[in-house]
């Protein structure tokens, strides 16, 4: 989770404010902070003027392409957060200086951009069946998560015991978001990015019902895994949805494509910078914003 937002905040009050004059943002005894004085000098910053790019943007994306993005894709987000952080997801909000409403405000804006760039790409038969090559479906697993590799090893070797998988996670798992679900998390894919790789590799080569012989280290601790269910992968036309998805994805992870999608957006959304302090602050996506 990121302050954007909350930077964002801060100008569109300094924007708001602007526009009053000499009332006071500050007042102390060695004088008062007006707004005027307030937006002079946040716009003049790096930040500021990153943050206005933000507004105007997550603003023309939600005109243009806000009809894509239904609110239940905002909600599962936030759920998946929340199960990510468990019980620390409220200390987590704390330590970024954020709220529930921000966060929902960042994943739509995140969402909005990738329906941009999803409908300014051309996808073809070609890369589908090269993005299928590493494709993996939606699995479904338990895991015990612990400190030492030596407790891991213990909770395997009650595994094959014969003791359920459910109990040892209520006994051992550290992961208070799981342990009393049995260790279950939620369905995952090769595209997660929630998830250590050491985790995923893992759980993808397990079988329905196997579970991990050797402790897994990941950047939590050491992890047992056990598969739920790992559907069959069948072809690409079967996935031809969820391969998009990640090519999606990969884009939205690549800075040209990303600036030539935000350059199209603020094109096709009439920017007019009306401040002449800030007339070159779109130039790195659009020549022609200095003289809008």
């Known amino acids: 989770m990121k302050k954007v937002l909350v930077a964002a905040g801060g100008l569109l009050l300094a924007l708001t404010l602007a526009g009053c004059g000499n009332s006071a943002v500050v007042t102390t005894n060695a004088g008062k902070i007006t707004q005027s004085a307030y937006y002079s000098s946040l716009k003049s910053t790096s930040s500021g003027q990153q943050v206005l790019q933000t507004m105007t943007l997550d603003k023309l994306l939600e005109k243009q392409y806000g009809k894509d993005v239904k609110s239940s894709e905002v909600t599962s987000q936030l759920n998946a957060l929340k199960q990510q952080y468990g019980s620390q997801f409220q200390a987590a909000l704390a330590q970024q200086g954020m709220t529930v409403s921000q966060v929902k405000q960042q994943l739509r804006s995140r969402l909005l951009l990738q329906a941009a760039v999803k409908a300014n790409i051309n996808i073809t038969d070609a890369q589908l069946q090269q993005q299928f090559k590493t494709f993996q479906p939606k699995v479904t697993v338990n895991q015990i998560l612990v400190p030492k590799k030596s407790t891991a090893d213990t909770v395997i070797s009650q595994l094959k015991s014969g003791k359920s998988f459910s109990s040892l996670a209520k006994k051992y798992s550290t992961d208070s978001a799981t342990a009393n679900k049995g260790g279950r998390i939620a369905p995952f894919d090769n ?42 992968k069948g072809n690409y036309k079967q996935h031809e949805s969820e391969l998009k998805n990640e090519i999606v994805q990969a884009k939205l992870q690549d800075p040209a494509t990303v600036k030539t999608v935000i350059s199209k957006v603020l094109k096709n959304g009439d920017v007019h910078v009306n401040d002449k302090d800030l007339q070159n602050v779109f130039n790195q996506y659009m020549s022609s914003s200095s003289s809008n």
């Open 191 to 232: 595209t997660d990015t929630t998830l250590d790789s050491a985790f995923k590799k893992a759980a993808f080569a397990l079988s329905n019902g196997q579970y991990t012989k050797t402790p897994v280290k990941t950047a939590s601790g050491y992890q047992v895994i056990q598969m739920v269910n790992h559907p069959s």
